[in-house]
């Protein structure tokens, strides 16, 4: 499709990332990731307000949250650039998008994105198991398959979306753990992540950790091949004797270090904004 619009000095471009206590916070740790590498003037626009108030702890100097993805025109012009990080859209509101903007660029599920402190860590890893079940746990799942790492010594990564009183009980349950903010920490200290967010498995890959990802019923299978290439364990159905047989062998496991060669993306991105 031949591009019908002319960047000027006023063209601007933005990038929607889906997010929600539903849904979590890895399509934005995936945006904080492509962002803080791109040189370029983008307003980060989430789908919760909560996370917007605080993206600047994040490096994303601009960020303005939005109660659904239609009101994106609300905040963008016609001819404006879109990078687009959601399953949200169906195919007509797609390439209305496309009319819209002068450059609509979709971000697959299965995009790897890379922080260069991840890259960079030297951290010691000087935490033996920590647990991460994600950002988001509206229905309180943790806490229904706390069996899976019962025996464990564990450290537990807390999440963005918990209730008050849920994450009051699992401080309790845990009385070693990150909170929300602990999350580079985390990742750079842990030798073996047991996770169900496949960010986290990348982070945890780039920082020189040892991931196992468990497979979550409402989240995407879409890595799960890139997880293999990469000798990533895959857990399902909280299955505590693999767990245990995957942790009691990790040593034997060959996993992939990513490197910067994996951040190929950032590049992607550069190129589609200069067309």
């Not at 209305?96 to 890379?114: L, V």
């Not at 245990?244 to 993306?265: A, E, H, P, W």
Request: net charge negative; aromatic share 12%; proline share 3%.
């Amino acid at each position: 499709m031949t591009n019908k619009f002319v960047n000027t000095p006023y063209t601007k471009t933005y990038y929607y990332a889906h997010t929600g206590h539903r849904i979590g916070l890895d399509r934005f740790r995936r945006a904080v990731a492509i962002l803080n590498g791109l040189d370029e003037d983008i307003t980060l626009l989430t789908s919760d307000y909560r996370i917007a108030q605080i993206a600047r702890e994040f490096g994303i100097e601009k960020c303005v949250g939005l109660d659904v993805v239609r009101n994106i025109p609300q905040i963008a012009n016609n001819g404006d650039r879109l990078i687009f990080d959601s399953d949200e859209a169906n195919p007509i509101m797609i390439e209305d998008m496309k009319e819209y903007f002068s450059a609509f660029i979709p971000i697959k599920n299965n995009s790897i994105a890379i922080e260069e402190k991840f890259l960079n860590a030297n951290e010691e890893k000087s935490i033996k198991i920590s647990y991460f079940f994600g950002d988001d746990d509206y229905e309180k799942d943790l806490e229904k398959n706390i069996d899976f790492v019962a025996g464990l010594d564990i450290y537990l990564q807390l999440g963005f979306y918990y209730f008050l009183d849920y994450e009051a009980m699992l401080e309790k349950k845990f009385p070693n753990h990150f909170e929300f903010e602990e999350y580079d920490e985390m990742i750079m200290k842990t030798e073996i992540l047991i996770t169900c967010s496949p960010q986290s498995v990348i982070d945890s890959l780039a920082s020189g950790g040892r991931p196992i990802y468990v497979q979550r019923e409402d989240y995407i299978t879409d890595y799960n091949s890139r997880f293999e290439e990469w000798n990533v364990p895959i857990v399902n159905e909280y299955d505590k004797n693999h767990l245990n047989v995957i942790i009691n062998t990790i040593s034997q496991r060959n996993y992939v270090k990513l490197t910067q060669n994996d951040n190929k993306i950032i590049e992607l991105i550069k190129e589609s904004l200069t067309l």
